[in-house]
């Protein structure tokens, strides 16, 4: 505490100095001079310190030091649970990375079995005479007719849809041309 006092008379009297050269006083000490008058004043301010005053400058010194301490333990309790949340978060993550793998491999899975499927229709709607696979891909959904329709011959497409209700072959074939872009 001593030692804070001192050093705060230190500066201010350098201070003090400086603003006296600034301002035209060119008066100069010795260093020896300067210390001595540096521990005078000091003797002189400490004199007007009370052991009363000292006591409450301790107090409230370690008052301050008690907050701190105080907020340094709720900071390390913050950084605790934010590094738990860190870990759940990370946790929370990776499970759903996991899920979404998952969920794209049965989309895949999924898409593979639709080729199957179509691929095997193509191949019974190719072994069909034209009027009867005219009339089952008439009533069939549009999307599924226009993807068998996309891998049969050109040739056999076009008996088809020559087959087929003018209506139903008009909407399929703008169907199978916006496809085919």
Do not use: W
């Amino acid at each position: 505490m001593r030692n804070v006092l001192i050093l705060s008379i230190f500066l201010s009297l350098s201070v003090n100095a400086q603003e006296s050269k600034n301002k035209g006083n060119s008066k100069s000490y010795t260093e020896k001079e300067f210390l001595d008058a540096v521990e005078k004043e000091v003797v002189n301010r400490l004199q007007r310190y009370r052991p009363k005053n000292i006591i409450n400058v301790s107090r409230e010194y370690m008052k301050k030091e008690r907050e701190l301490a105080l907020k340094e333990v709720d900071l390390r309790k913050r950084e605790e649970s934010l590094k738990v949340s860190e870990g759940d978060f990370a946790k929370k993550l990776r499970e759903l990375n996991k899920k979404g793998e998952k969920l794209i491999g049965c989309l895949d899975e999924n898409d593979k079995n639709e080729s199957k499927r179509v691929n095997h229709m193509v191949d019974v709607i190719s072994g069909m005479r034209p009027q009867t696979a005219a009339e089952v891909l008439s009533v069939q959904d549009p999307e599924i007719s226009i993807k068998i329709l996309g891998n049969l011959s050109a040739t056999k497409v076009s008996k088809i849809f020559n087959s087929m209700d003018k209506e139903i072959s008009a909407r399929l074939q703008k169907q199978y041309l916006n496809m085919k872009k």
